[in-house]
C-alpha cells in the first residue's frame, strides 16, 4: 500500500515537473472542428502537427483541442490555450475566426494563424489557406471521363466562396472533356455529420449520378459509393481504405510544410503577419494516387496536375459564362485571387441555385 | 450472494444528503480507475477536471459563461417538470429567443440607444414564451403529447435560424458567410467585471431567475398549485386550481426563461447570431434540472457542476492529451452515478443471505 502511495506522489511529482521542464520549447497548439478520428479535414490537420513534432523534435511542443463548436466554446478554448504557455495557435475552422482576432487582442504575445478566413485585425494573427480548386479541377476532369452518366453529384457543406470555388472548378474541369457535363447539388449545411453526407450520397446515387465528390470531412459518401459500386473521390485525406475499388483520387491537404515552416520562424523570431495562399506549387495541395481508371485518363489527369504545378495554367481561365448565362471571364483572362476569394456565383451547367 | 432493492417506507433524508457526495467519490473512483488504464496519472487528471479550472479568476468567468444558459433553461423547466408539463423543447425556445432578441441589432443596426438592450432582452423572452405557448395550445385544445410536439418545434427552430443567417439576415459585408452583422455597442450585454474576464449579466439573471423561482415554488400559493398538480391533478382540481391554466403557465416561464437564455447568450457572449448558437444547452438542462432535484437553488449548484465538468475536459486534454472522447465517458459517468445514487434515497440495498435455494435467482 505504501508502496503504491509512493508511486502516485512520484508520478504526481514528475507531472508536475513535466511543464516546468517544456518552458524552453515552443509550444504549437491546434484547435480542430471535428474529432482527430473524421479521416478528414481535422484528420489532415492533426497529420500536420504530427508532422511538426516529428520535424522539429525536441524544439517543440504540441497540443490540441477537438470537437470545439464554433461560437462562445471556441473563445474559452482559445483563451485556455494562450494562458497555458502557447506561443503559437492554429485556429483550422472559418467559425474560429471573430474568435481568433478577439482572443488575439488580449494576448498581444501570442501568434495566431486562421485557417480559410479573411480577418487579420492583429498584428499577431496570420491566415492561411489552401488552393483546393485546383485538385477539383483535376478530378473534375477525371469524373468528366470516367462517368457515364455525364452526371456527378456534388455534397457540399456551406455556401461559402472556398466551397463555391470547388463546385465551380470541378465542373469547368468536367465540361474540359465532355462539355454536356451536368452537376448536381446538395447542401448538408455541416462539416462534419456522417449520417447526413450518407443520406445525401444515397438521394444523389438514386438521381442518377455515378460519381460522387464532396466537400465535407467523414468518409460516409465514399463509403455509400462502394456499397453501391459507383466511383467517388476523397476529400482532405486519401480514402482508399474505404474504398479501394472506388477512390479515383483524393485531394490531399497536406499541412506539414506550413505548420513546419510558421513554427520554425516563431522559434527563429521571424514571424510576421501574413496571407497564405499556396496550392500545388507549394505542395500544399496534394493528389492521391490515381486509382481504379484507365491509363488515358490516368494520363491526362497527371498531365494537368503538372500544368497546374508549373503555373502554365489556371483552373479559372476564360471564356467561363456564369450560370445564368453573361459572361464571367473572356477568352484567355484569368480570374484575380479577389473574385475567387469572394466568389458567390455558379458557372454554367450547375443543376442548383446557389443559396443566397 | 444477492442484491436487492427494498423500497423505503419514507424517502431517506439521510440519504437526500449523502448521495450526492456517495456519487461524487464513486466518480472519482471510476475516474481514477478509467484514467490509469489510459496510462494517465489519475491525481493529475482528477487535478485538471475539478481544480485546475477554479485556480484561476478568468477561468471562474468563463465556468460563469457556460453555466448562465444551463441555469437559466433549467430553472424555468423545473416548474414544467414539477407541474407535470414534459418540455423538451427548450432548445427550440432558446434559439427562437436569440432570433426575436436579435432583430432590432440584425435589422436596424443603426438604432442606436441605451434602451435597445433591455427592449431585445424583453423581446427574446417573449419570443421564447410564445415559441413554447404552441405545445401548450396543442395540449390544452387536441391534448396533444406535449413530449412530441415540444421537441419536433426544436428542429422547426433550428432550420429557421439556418435559413435566416443564410438568407435574409446574412451580413452584407460578409463575404457569403453564414452569420448576420455584429451587434452593435448598445446590443452588447456588459460583462459583469469586465476587466478580469467574459462572465455577462446573464449569469445574474440566472441566480435572480433561481431566486424568484425558488420563492415562488417553496413559499407562494402558486407554488403549491404547481406542486399539487403536478402529483394529482384531481386533487388539484377540487382544489379550484385549472389544469390548463397551469399548462401555459408551466410553457410560458419556461419558454421565457429559455428565450432569454438564448438572447444572453447570443447577445453577451457570441455577438452575432450564426447557423448554430447552442450546443445543446436546451437539452442539457433537462439533466441540470434533474441533477438540481427540480429545486431551483439545487439547479444553480447542478449547473455550475455540468458547467465545470465541460471545462475540466477540456483541461485535461491540454494538460494530458486525453481525446475528447475520454472527456465525455468521464462525464458520463458523473452523471450515472449521480443519478444512480438517488436511488438510495428512496431504496434500500439488502444484501441477500443464503437462504433462498440456488438456483431460483
Redesign the interface.
Known sequence: MKKTILA?AA??AV??MAPAMAEAKTKA?FIYVG??GDFGWSYQHDQGRLALEKALGDAVET?????V?????S???L???A??GCNIIFTTS??YM?ATNKIAAKFPDVKFEHATG?KREHANVATYDSRFYEGRYVIGQIAGKVSKTGVAGYIAS????EV?QGINSFLLGAQSVNPDFKLKVVWV?TWFDPGKEADAAKALIDQGVDIITQHTDSTAAMQVAAERGIHAFGQASDMIAFGPQTQLTAIVDDWGPYYIERVKAVIDGTWEQKATWAGMKEGHVVMAPYTNMPDDVKMMAEGTQAKITSGEFHPFTGPIMKQDGTEWLKDGEVADDGTL??L?FYVKGVDDTL?? | MRIELIKRPQHSALFSALSPFIAFALTLAAGGILFAILGKSPLAALYSYFIEPLTEIWSLHELAVKATPLILIAVGLSVCFQSNNWNIGAEGQFIVGAITGSIMPVLLPDFQFWFVLPLILIFGFAGGAAYGSVPAFLKVRFNTNEILSSLMLVYVAQLFLDWLVRGPWRNPEGFNFPETRQFHSFAILPEILPASGRAHWGFVFALLAALVLWFLLSRTMKGFEVKLIGQSPRAGAFAGFSDKRMIYFAFLVSGGLAGLAGISEVSGAIGQLRPVISPGYGFTAIIVAFLGRLNPLGIVAAGLVLALSYLGGEAAQISLGVSDKTARVFQGLLLFFVLACDTLIHYRIRLGTAQKPEGTA
Open positions: 502516485i508520478a504526481t507531472a508536475a497548439c474529432p482527430v497540443a490540441f483541442l477537438e470537437s463548436p464554433e461560437g462562445a466554446d473563445e474559452r478554448a483563451e485556455r490555450f494562458r497555458s472559418f467559425g471573430d479573411y456551406f455556401p461559402i466562396p463555391v449545411n476569394s469572394g458567390n443559396p443566397q
